[in-house]
């Protein structure tokens, strides 16, 4: 992930990937921009950690400046989702 707070031309923290509404990503980007979505980002990987499961920013983004994503991604979202969730 990028630095917040950090304006890059023509990216005034816009989603242009999170934008599914239906997701806790998708919310943040709704609620927050990129800031938002990162801040939960970051949580969902953090309670994946705490149930043992490890995953990285890079596992999913092939560009943490513009946060494009692998082809694998949207797979590895939902493991994330799946494992942020169990207790």
């Known amino acids: 992930f990028g630095v917040a707070g950090v304006a890059r031309a023509g990216d005034e923290g ?5 934008t599914k509404p239906d ?7 709704a609620k927050g921009g990129r800031a938002e979505a990162k801040k ?3 949580e969902l990987v953090k309670q994946a950690k ?3 499961q490890k995953f990285t920013c890079d596992g999913c983004h092939k560009d ?3 946060y494009a994503l692998t082809a694998t991604a949207t797979d590895e979202y939902k493991k994330l989702e ?6």
């Open 14 to 18: 816009k989603c242009t990937i999170a």
């Open 40 to 42: 939960v980002m970051k």
């Open 64 to 66: 943490l400046d513009n």
């Open 50 to 52: 705490a149930n043992g």
């Open 82 to 87: 799946a494992a942020s969730a169990k207790k």
């Open 23 to 29: 997701t806790p990503t998708g919310k943040a980007c």
